[in-house]
């Protein structure tokens, strides 16, 4: 992985996120025998994005059990009883290169999430790889009503893409939709809508499956990108073609 471009980080620039990530999202899976889903829906006429997301589920294992313990999810996390919470900035969820800690745009600032979970590929703007069944080949591991657990990821875990900066499209941790959850769509690493991460030249802040954190470059093979974003899509992935495209 280090000669493809894909270096490792030293650890200690991850203290407290994606490191805390890997460990939250390994024991909420460990925790729920049921399903894990990526959306917590709040009635079929309320928008996706007025749904708790999949890292509400994690604050239990990322330091915070008694603030999760305090949500009423029988309302949405707009209500004036749950939106405080909704405000509590959580360090796993933030890049601590980039100093921006909450997501304007609803009324009152929404503490933010740097990161996302990867949902798959998306080939135009009206495909939602969320949506998709995660049978499909086109699928990551995060949807909307299902998150697949590591023993449903057939590519090779290693190799497939679970967490990715968000870029300048900063989103809520505890809002559904894209905000927590987004597929890959070109051009990948946009400026202003793509994936990214402050703090580097340019690229992203990725963290596979296996819970290694390394920096993907903007540069990446968009087709070796693609096959990343996937969980069994049984691309054949010449690593070849990444050689010299360092992480910058």
């Known amino acids: 992985m280090t000669a493809s471009g894909l270096p490792a980080l030293d650890d200690g620039l991850f203290t407290g ?6 460990k939250g999202i390994h024991g909420w899976e460990a925790a729920k025998p049921d399903p894990l889903m990526g959306l917590r829906r709040m009635g079929e006429k309320m928008r996706i ?25 029988s309302q949405t996390w707009a209500m004036p009883y ?41 080939n135009g703007r009206n495909e939602v790889a969320a949506e998709l069944p995660r049978t499909d080949p086109r699928a990551g591991i995060f949807g909307y009503d299902k998150v697949a657990r590591f023993n ?10 679970m967490m990715i900066g968000t870029g300048e499209v900063v989103g ?16 990948y690493f946009d400026k202003f809508s793509g994936f990214g991460s402050r703090g580097l030249k340019s690229g992203a802040y990725v963290m596979f499956a296996d819970g290694s954190a390394r920096v993907l470059s903007s540069s990446v093979d968009p087709e070796i990108f693609k096959a990343m974003c996937t969980m069994h899509g049984s691309e054949q992935i010449d690593m070849g073609k990444l ?6």
């Open 82 to 122: 749950n939106a405080p919470y909704a405000r509590l900035v959580i360090p796993a969820f933030l890049n601590p290169a980039d100093s921006r800690v909450t997501s304007e745009g609803f009324g009152e600032p929404l503490a933010a999430t740097h990161f996302a979970g990867m949902s798959g590929i998306e």
């Open 17 to 22: 996120t994606l490191s805390t990530l890997n």
């Open 243 to 248: 050689v010299g495209q360092g992480g910058n």
């Open 49 to 73: 994005m007025a749904g708790y997301s999949w890292m509400t589920e994690l604050l239990p294992y990322v330091g915070f059990e008694p603030v999760y313990r305090k949500f009423d999810f």
């Open 152 to 161: 449903e990821i057939t590519d090779g875990q290693a190799q497939t893409i």
């Open 172 to 187: 809520a941790w505890i809002q559904g939709g894209g905000a927590t959850i987004r597929g890959a769509r070109q051009p």
